[in-house]
């Protein structure tokens, strides 16, 4: 007994999912923020960036957090006044759903004030981090 | 606090990550003939497949040994080389899916068979087509819901 009917509806519903996918990871949100969330140095457990800072989580599985660590830790050496945080979201999982972070690696930008301004999901662009910086005064 | 990458106990296993992109191929291909012919034994066998990937890695995989004897020695650039784990999370849940897949079909529940292989074919087009991160998506999410 042969049937395609499965395999179409598969291919077609995974296509569309893998576009949209591959299109959004590393897009830098400003509208899907928990509102109101302050972040502190006493619960990331370093201090802020004077400016700004990002905050990764991470986790074991995902092969795209090492591509952001190296990209985000790179880039704040030569920012002085934005700091990169990087968390194990597995051993931080309180957090994980204060802030609903549903996948790795996801990026928070903070302001000086520690209140999130965007967040990225996937490993965003270079371009995409220093547009994102250069907004938070 | 990055020593979830790289604390050298934690991973210390690195492969050419082209190796889990070829094995996803394959694993599309076998799994579209397995849903399109509804065959059991098909399913059985990349099941065992999977097991091998999940309990032991993918490079020991019949797919990840065809890649280093026979793909990878007429690939002139070396390859990037990636921490096993997240491939090795894909294949487990590929034999989860696989798992329910082949109890369904030997008990005569058709529906549930087509609906498994069918999440297992999803999810290695997806790795195979858009080299997807199945471990980003689904691993935290599993954590979060099973844990307090």
Redesign the interface.
């Known amino acids: 007994m042969k049937t395609y009917l499965p395999l179409v509806v598969v291919l077609a519903l995974a296509s569309a999912y893998g576009f949209w996918w591959k299109l959004s990871r590393g897009a830098i949100r400003t509208n899907k923020s928990v509102p109101g969330h302050r972040l502190s140095p006493a619960v990331l457990g370093q201090d802020l960036g004077s400016r700004a800072t990002m905050v990764q989580f991470s986790s074991a599985f995902c092969a795209p957090c090492r591509a952001t660590h190296a990209l985000l830790s790179q880039m704040v050496e030569s920012l002085p006044d934005v700091r990169h945080i990087h968390i194990d979201a597995e051993s931080h999982l309180e957090l994980v759903r204060e802030l609903d972070i549903r996948s790795t690696p996801t990026t928070i930008f903070l302001n000086r004030d520690g209140i999130e301004v965007g967040r990225a999901a996937g490993t965003p662009k270079r371009e995409q981090v220093i547009t994102a910086l250069n907004a938070i005064a | 606090?990055?020593?979830?990458?790289d604390k050298p106990e934690?991973?210390r296993i690195y492969i050419d990550?082209r190796g889990p992109r070829f094995g996803a191929v394959i694993t599309t291909t076998v799994l579209?003939v397995a849903?399109?012919?509804?065959n059991k034994w098909i399913l059985l066998a990349q099941g065992l497949v999977f097991a091998i990937g999940a309990l032991r890695g993918p490079q020991f995989t019949p797919y990840g040994l065809i890649f280093k004897n026979f793909i990878k020695p007429r690939l002139s650039q070396p390859g990037p080389t990636?921490?096993v784990?997240?491939p090795?999370?894909a294949q487990t849940v590929g034999l989860a899916f696989a798992a329910v897949g082949i109890i369904s079909a030997f008990t005569g529940a058709d529906l549930v068979f087509?609906v498994a292989?069918?999440f297992a074919?999803?999810a290695a087009?997806?790795n195979a087509?858009?080299n997807?991160?199945l471990?980003?998506?689904m691993?935290?999410?599993l954590?979060?819901l099973t844990?307090k």
Do not use: I, N
């Open positions: 606090m990055s020593e979830v990458l934690v991973a990550a579209a849903l399109v012919t509804q990636e921490d784990r997240p090795k999370f087509t292989v069918g074919l999803g087009f997806l087509a858009f997807y991160c471990g980003c998506e691993y935290l999410l954590v979060r844990s």
